[in-house]
């Protein structure tokens, strides 16, 4: 025999012991295999002491059996077995048997995992324990293995000799406790197993990794039993899993895992689970959106294998308590009575207006339709005037089909007019014939410079006498009036405006359709929300609520894009506290509706005189209640199993709720040519596409695409804006648009000079936006969507407050308060927003490196305050949008500038 440390390889077996202690199965196995081969195989046994190293020369003629006994005192440990070999062939590989009396596990050397070939395994054996209970009792037990001792079988079917380095030892930091650090140190082929014990009364623990280096390994959790799972075929077959660079967690259920668990902790061969191919090659890209797609498709082969030294990795995992059933009450009972306090204020606010006091403070001052108001000898001449023309007008005609901004609605009346507001609606009536105080467009043009001329003296602005209601909707009063004066030629003619368009703008020449009809096209945004939502919502939920049974299933967390850290499951849920964070929506979008409704019912129990106040729009409003709950359910669903292919989910209705408030903005100064439900739900179908391409494709042809697309939509839209809707994309438009545009640089005033201010800083705004969208080329296409629909949205409330100051318009003090408290909460909001606790655009692993412990009542991190915050933020804003016209209900829509 060898001297301690080494066995020779020539040691035949002449021990006595021997028939009792070999199995007779292995020794029928290596007879027959030398009957096989015609040659003799020398099986070499001796035992060996834990914790001191050996070396063995192996080949094809001998076989090993190194039994380890421990003493009494070292057998409360698991057992660690180190075989490493320094040459090799995987077609012959070292053949490696661990044998205990409750099962044996073999392996091989050298050996293929991922895009590695290794020459070195570590692997822990099951505990005693951890085998059934009906293994470790019966008559087979004796007093030989007692000692919890195992069995190492070596042999080679390779002709040359390889050196073997065998150690065995005991894993004494095998047992995690709670709220101690355990330390592990990884090397490639050599994972690491822990085991925790639950302790009396325990439902649940939230198991935490942390790292201070990026190479990429997995973190697996398997049930107390036998065998242990550590390599990563195994893991990913068996296990519950994620991908970990430096930080990780997971919640983990007694119910799931009864006698306790092992935690495994693996290094991977590369760092393509952990940032994609494409970061792993260098490209640096990261697992972005196009890589997704094209590994759908097209797929990927796996790297031949290569020889390197083994990656190593230092990982401290900690056990924390999980939240208790009691922490789960309080943090949705607190989240609820917040908004509880809403309905609440609302409820007080409706009760106080009983109060004489309160009632002045915020009473409407309207002028009611059956209020019989003393009128003058003009005002009545003016009034049967208006009659008189409003007989002479062309009869209308009926829509155009393919009209996109109309100024009616044909489901009210079989005699509505035409989709195009043309410059007839405009532009004042016809005169009548009998002598009426109507003018034509170049009288209303004189008198307005006249009028400007008398403001820049000094004098008060008059008005022509007996002038109706009609001509001055026409013409009076306005935004450039005084620049008619100074175009006008030496024969006191003034040139003609662009698109037969008046010098000054009003409400009321861009209010002629009648309240039933604007009734209708301001409810069917709320119809047609419903139908998309309905359809959108249904397959959302399907396709969602799959993932989660999947990701059930199959154990990998690398699924789903939790905050990890602060992800706390209810039943099935994942993550209750992200679903459950967006209750603000739904509640506070249904009381808005409810805000709504009740405006609704009282102009229906006291109707206003259609000639006084900006237009009601209560189906558009109710639309943005309706679209901040629908939401509510999409981003619940969304956050059922976050990813890649579902984010698009979270922010489609997002998009709606900005598109529909600058459509309800245009609408209040435009009620006649502002765009139908259908074409602005079609916009809105065309940007989800282009969502879905961008999120799955991407890529500079995309971008160069939608840059095209951005800036040319945008700057045909402008023109559209700036023209009253009168502008087509037409030959002779684009000329009489390019020779107005010029006037300028001619010395002559624009037609609309704030009008045209706002839409240049729209302008520059969106183009720096297309540009800086196609040099970045971010894969999170939805958030720069959603950046710029918000951007523009914000433009134009600022923009529509500012022109409502310039024209001396003060909205009342509440509508004040309600923009204060909706700024107050956007501010917090967007930070949260923007700081983040996930990223879905990379892989998983990075998505956890922005993983953080939760913020508020230890259940809520910062995206559920954004949920939070952001929905208190839209209903506040909303309610900005539905009062700060109020103080125009006694103003004539004569006298009410269009902005």
């Known amino acids: 025999m060898a001297d301690k440390g080494r066995v020779a390889a020539g040691a035949l077996v002449s021990c006595p012991a021997m028939p009792r202690a070999l199995p007779p199965l292995l020794l029928l196995l290596l007879a027959g295999a030398a009957a096989g081969q015609n040659q003799s195989i020398s099986v070499v046994y001796k035992q060996l002491m834990f914790e001191e190293p050996y070396e063995l020369v192996v080949n094809a003629s001998v076989e090993y059996i190194l039994p380890f006994v421990p003493s ?38 050298p050996y293929r995992t991922e895009d590695s070939e290794l020459f070195s395994l570590e692997r822990t054996l099951c505990p005693d324990a951890a085998a059934q209970p009906g293994a470790l009792l019966g008559d087979c037990d004796d007093e030989s293995y007692g000692q919890k001792g195992f069995s190492l079988h070596i042999g080679s079917s390779c002709a040359s000799s390889a050196t073997v380095h065998v150690f065995a030892s005991f894993a004494r930091d095998f047992h995690m406790s709670l709220d101690s650090p355990t330390v592990v140190n990884i090397v490639q082929g050599a994972p690491q197993v822990s085991q925790f014990s639950w302790l009396p009364g325990q439902r649940s623990v939230r198991l935490v990794a942390s790292a201070d280096d990026d190479v990429c390994a997995t973190v697996a959790v398997q049930n107390y039993t036998c065998p242990i799972s550590e390599t990563l075929e195994e893991i990913e077959t068996s296990t519950l899993r994620m991908t970990v660079l430096r930080s990780g967690g997971m919640q983990l259920s007694r119910s799931l895992y009864p006698l306790g668990f092992y935690v495994v902790s693996v290094v991977r061969d590369s760092e393509v689970a952990c940032r994609g191919a494409e970061a792993a090659a260098g490209g640096g890209g990261g697992a972005g959106a196009g890589g997704l797609w094209a590994r759908a498709l097209l797929g990927a082969g796996p790297p031949p294998p290569a020889r390197r030294p083994p990656r190593a990795k230092t990982l401290t995992l900690r056990l924390r308590p999980a939240l208790s059933l009691a922490q789960y009450y309080v943090g949705a009972g607190v989240t609820l009575a917040v908004f509880a306090l809403f309905y609440a204020g609302f409820g007080a606010l409706v009760l106080a207006q009983r109060l004489p006091r309160w009632k002045r403070l915020v009473a409407p001052r309207a002028v009611l339709a059956a209020d019989t108001r003393p009128e003058d000898a003009s005002s009545g001449a003016g009034r049967g005037d208006l009659h008189d023309a409003m007989s002479l007008s062309p009869p209308r005609r009926r829509r155009d089909s393919t009209a996109t901004f109309d100024s009616s609605d044909n489901s009210d009346s079989e005699s509505e007019s035409d989709g195009r507001t043309t410059c007839e609606t405009l532009a004042p009536p016809p005169p009548p014939q009998n002598g009426g105080v109507f003018r034509s467009v170049e009288d209303e043009i004189h008198v307005d410079s006249v009028d400007s001329e008398r403001v820049a003296a000094g004098e008060g602005p008059a008005e022509a006498p007996g002038r109706g209601a009609a001509g001055v909707a026409a013409g009076a009063g306005g935004e450039a009036g005084g620049e008619a004066g100074g175009e006008a030629g030496a024969g006191g003619e003034a040139p003609a405006r662009p698109f037969g368009l008046p010098a000054r703008l009003r409400v009321a020449a861009l209010a002629r359709r009648r309240e039933r009809t604007l009734k209708a096209r301001s409810d069917r945004y709320l119809y047609t929300l419903y139908t998309v939502g309905l359809f959108y919502l249904l397959p959302v939920v399907q396709f969602v609520v799959a993932f989660q049974v999947i990701l059930n299933v199959s154990g990998s967390l690398d699924l789903c894009y939790y905050n990890f850290l602060c992800a706390h499951p209810a039943g099935r849920l994942s993550d209750f506290n992200h679903v459950f964070s967006n209750a603000g929506y739904l509640l506070l979008g249904a009381l ?44 619940a669903t969304y956050h059922i199993c976050p990813n890649q292919l579902n984010f698009q989910f979270d922010t489609a209705f997002m998009y709606v709720l900005s598109v529909l408030s600058m459509v309800k903005i245009y609408q209040s100064r435009h009620p006649d040519i502002n765009a139908r439900a259908h074409a602005t739900f079609g916009v809105l179908a065309v940007l989800i596409a282009l969502v879905v391409w961008g999120v799955l494709g991407g890529g500079p042809l995309f971008w160069s695409v939608f840059t095209v697309l951005h800036v040319f939509t945008f700057l045909l839209l402008s023109l559209r804006i700036y023209y009253v809707g009168q502008f087509r994309l037409e030959a002779a438009a684009l000329a009489e648009a390019a020779r107005d545009l010029a006037a300028p640089a001619r010395g002559r005033s624009p037609l609309y000079t704030p009008r045209l201010i706002m839409l240049l800083i729209a302008n520059a705004v969106n183009w720096g936006f297309a540009l800086y969208g196609l040099f970045t080329q971010s894969v999170d296409f939805a958030g720069h969507l959603l950046n710029v629909l918000l951007s523009n949205t914000l433009m134009h409330m600022t923009f529509y407050i500012t022109m409502k100051l310039l024209h001396g318009e003060r909205p009342r003090w509440y509508s004040w308060t309600f923009l204060a408290l909706a700024a107050a909460a956007w501010l917090p909001a967007l930070y949260f927003f923007v700081s983040g606790s996930t990223s879905w655009s990379t892989t998983p692993a990075l998505s956890r490196q922005r993983n953080h412990e939760c913020l508020l009542l230890q259940f809520y991190d910062s995206h559920d305050l954004w949920h939070i915050l952001s929905a208190v933020a839209l209903y506040f804003s909303f309610n900005v949008l539905l009062t700060w016209d109020d103080g125009l209900s006694a103003v004539k829509r004569t006298d009410i500038a269009v902005f």
């Open 72 to 109: 009494p005192n070292q057998a409360l440990w698991p057992i660690r077995v180190k075989v490493s070999t320094s040459d090799g062939d995987v077609a012959r590989p070292l053949l490696i048997t661990a044998r205990r009396r409750i099962g044996a596990t073999t392996w091989q050397l």
């Open 592 to 635: 808005f509706m409810l805000q709504v409704k009740r405006r609704k019912m009282r102009r229906k129990r006291k109707p206003r005189d259609e000639e006084y106040g900006i237009p009601a729009h209560y189906g558009l409003l109710s639309s943005l209640g309706a679209a901040m709950m629908m939401v509510a359910l999409l981003s």
